[in-house]
Each structure stands twice: as C-alpha cells, then as structure tokens.
C-alpha cells in the first residue's frame, strides 16, 4: 500500500492539541491516517475516533494504523452527521478536522478530482449517495452552474463557464474530467489559458466542494463538534482556501467573546465568559522548508480553540 499524502504542519498540529495520555482524539478527517498516526505515536496512552466519509481511503488508513490495534476505531460517515449523533458516549479531549481532499483523491481514487485524467467525472467522497459532478454539469442551469462556479470556486470566467458547458451539453454528454477541463479551457479567454493555474483549477474545486456538499458541513460541524467536545479540550481546523477559514474564523472568534448576548439585550445574561480560548488569534501555516516539501501545504491556514465551558440552558 502507497502513502501518497503528508500530514500538513503536523509539529504545530501536535503542539495545538497537546494530546495526552488517556486522551480520546477524534480525528474527523482521517484520509490515509497521517494525523491519527503522529498522535497514537506522541500520545502513547491515548485513543482515537478515526472518521471519514470515503471508505475506500478508510480501507488505506485501518491498515496503516492496524499495528495500534484497539486504541483505534473507524467510523465511516459525513463528520457533520457524526458528531450531530454523538449522544451520551465518551467525549473527545481533542478534535481535529483536515478539510478537503486527500493526494490519494486527486491521484489513486480514479474519480476525477483531477483535471488531468482520463477518469469518469464523478467527485463524490462516498459515492454510493448524492448528485455526481457529471450529473451537476449536465443537468444544472447555466445560472445555477454559474453561481456555484462563482461562489464555490470564486472563478471570474464563471458566466462565460457555465454557457460553454450548456452549449456543449447539448450535443454530447460531459463524462469525464479530461472533457470537461478541455471545455473548460475553450471558454476562457486566450489569455487566461497558459497562466500559473490551469484554467480547470477553480471550477474542479467548486464542483467538488458543491457535490460534496463542504461549505454546509463545515458550518454544522463547528457547532456540533464544539458542543461534543469535553470542557477544557482542544479543536484544530486546518482549512485550505479563504471560504473555508472564514467560517472557522467567524466561529472560533464567536466561541471566544467574552459576551454573547445579542444587542437587543440591555444588560448582560450570559455571564460575559467566553466559551473558548483562542489558541490561534492569527492561523498558522505552513514554514517554507514544509511548503518545499509538500507543496499542497502552501494555503494550509491552522486555527484552534480551547473550549472553556458548556453552554447553558438559557443562552
Ligand atoms: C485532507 S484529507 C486528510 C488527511 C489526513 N489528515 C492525513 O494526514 O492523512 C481529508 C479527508 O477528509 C475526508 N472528508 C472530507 N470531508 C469530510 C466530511 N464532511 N466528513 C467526513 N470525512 C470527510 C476526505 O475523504 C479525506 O480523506
């Protein structure tokens, strides 16, 4: 079995979770298992929760971490809907989400995350559910591909984007991501085709971000997880485009407001405590020799909470 991904900025990761003995870790994103396995190394006491929403990246990380035996158990599952069910059972001291997409996706999946392959469109972490990217581009208006183009990928051509891939749909079905990156090299303008990112970079990242449904997990795990995790435990996020860390930031920095009683209300309910610390007032990235190393660390954005309290009742 090839390990194709390097954990990002794991001696920060370490340092912001302090992991100790005893300790239950989840690691939301598990991938091929690179966080998980620094912690069951550092920590040698503590246990972890390994969860993905892919089962056959999964496959990859059980047996790498096998060796660690019963201190790990997988869960498969979307992290949102499994911290939304947690109930009673043990809580995590630490929590860690790697968001996005795994080098195994983009080079071994064979699901067309990449605009370079020969590989049916598809872009689904749990492929068995849910809308393909292949069923988005055919079947979506042009104003709907055009916004999700815009607001999930934050590409300027999306307009022209999405008209070339309506005219084109017309006349053959987009099948797979070689076809559609070369469409999407026709629509843009001459210019924008031989700049520092294929053209295809953007509008790939937005369909897979849409079809996976990213940007509404994120917002429900925040809240879910926080409230799963045990007082005093850690949460790191390490996010890797500006949508993203947006909303890790706008949470993180809520959680940490020392009042949170609306402006409606004249005098203060909440008890003015914050209900986390702010590990990272402003987020980590990688170092340079990190980025040298492992080039996709270079939009890595780490932020952390300490959580301080539960919410009570009545806020
Ligand atoms: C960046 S990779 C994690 C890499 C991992 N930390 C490592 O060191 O090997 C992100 C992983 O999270 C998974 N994932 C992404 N969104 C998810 C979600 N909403 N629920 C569960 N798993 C998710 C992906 O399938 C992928 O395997």
Same mark, same amino acid.
């Given at each position: 079995?090839?390990?194709?991904?390097? $954990?990002?900025?794991?001696?920060?990761?370490?340092?912001?979770?302090?992991?100790?003995?005893?300790?239950?870790?989840?690691?939301? !994103?598990?991938?091929?298992?690179?966080?998980?396995?620094?912690?069951?190394?550092?920590?040698?006491?503590?246990?972890? &929760?390994?969860?993905?929403?892919?089962?056959?990246?999964?496959?990859?990380?059980?047996?790498?971490?096998?060796?660690?035996?019963?201190?790990?158990?997988?869960?498969?599952?979307?992290?949102?809907?499994? *911290?939304?069910?947690?109930? !009673?059972?043990?809580?995590?001291?630490?929590?860690?989400?790697?968001?996005?997409? #795994?080098?195994?996706?983009?080079?071994?999946?064979?699901?067309?995350?990449?605009? +370079?392959?020969?590989?049916?469109?598809?872009?689904?972490?749990?492929? #068995?559910?849910?809308?393909?990217?292949?069923?988005?581009?055919?079947?979506?208006?042009?104003?709907?591909?055009?916004?999700?183009?815009? =607001?999930?990928?934050?590409?300027? *051509?999306?307009?022209?984007?999405?008209? /070339?891939?309506?005219? &084109?749909?017309?006349?053959? +079905?987009?099948?797979?991501?070689?076809?559609?990156?070369?469409?999407?090299?026709?629509?843009?303008?001459? @210019?924008?085709?031989?700049?520092?990112?294929?053209?295809?970079?953007?509008?790939?990242?937005?369909?897979?971000?849409? &079809?996976?449904?990213?940007?509404?997990?994120?917002?429900?795990?925040?809240?879910?997880?926080? /409230?799963?995790?045990?007082?005093?435990?850690?949460?790191? &996020?390490? =996010?890797?485009? #500006?949508?993203?860390? +947006?909303?890790?930031? !706008?949470? *993180?920095?809520?959680?940490?407001?020392?009042?949170?009683?609306?402006?409606?209300?004249?005098?203060?309910?909440?008890?003015?405590?914050?209900? @986390?610390?702010?590990? =990272?007032?402003?987020?980590? =990235?990688?170092?340079?020799?990190?980025?040298?190393?492992? $080039?996709?660390?270079?939009?890595?954005?780490?932020?952390?909470?300490?959580?301080?309290?539960?919410?009570?009742?009545?806020?």
């Amino acid at each position: 079995m090839e390990i194709r991904h390097r $954990p990002v900025m794991p001696e920060e990761v370490l340092a912001l979770a302090a992991v100790q003995n005893g300790d239950l870790v989840v690691d939301g !994103t598990t991938g091929e298992g690179g966080h998980s396995e620094l912690f069951l190394e550092r920590a040698q006491g503590c246990h972890l &929760v390994c969860l993905d929403a892919d089962l056959a990246i999964q496959a990859k990380a059980r047996a790498r971490l096998a060796p660690f035996g019963d201190r790990v158990k997988f869960v498969h599952g979307w992290f949102d809907e499994v *911290f939304a069910g947690w109930g !009673t059972g043990e809580r995590p001291q630490v929590v860690l989400l790697d968001l996005g997409i #795994s080098v195994y996706h983009y080079e071994e999946s064979g699901r067309g995350f990449s605009f +370079r392959g020969e590989e049916p469109l598809d872009m689904r972490l749990d492929p #068995s559910a849910g809308e393909s990217a292949a069923d988005a581009v055919n079947s979506w208006s042009e104003e709907e591909l055009a916004r999700v183009i815009w =607001t999930c990928g934050e590409e300027s *051509f999306s307009r022209k984007i999405a008209r /070339r891939l309506v005219e &084109v749909r017309k006349g053959e +079905r987009i099948e797979t991501a070689k076809q559609l990156a070369d469409r999407i090299w026709e629509a843009v303008p001459p @210019a924008a085709r031989y700049g520092r990112l294929h053209p295809a970079t953007k509008t790939f990242q937005a369909l897979r971000i849409a &079809v996976n449904g990213e940007l509404d997990r994120l917002e429900r795990v925040l809240d879910a997880a926080f /409230r799963v995790l045990a007082p005093g435990g850690r949460f790191c &996020v390490i =996010t890797f485009h #500006s949508l993203e860390d +947006r909303a890790v930031k !706008t949470f *993180f920095r809520d959680k940490a407001k020392a009042c949170i009683c609306g402006p409606e209300i004249a005098r203060c309910r909440c008890g003015g405590k914050a209900m @986390a610390e702010d590990l =990272t007032r402003h987020p980590l =990235t990688a170092q340079e020799a990190e980025v040298e190393l492992n $080039p996709p660390s270079r939009s890595a954005k780490l932020r952390a909470v300490r959580k301080l309290r539960e919410r009570r009742e009545d806020e």
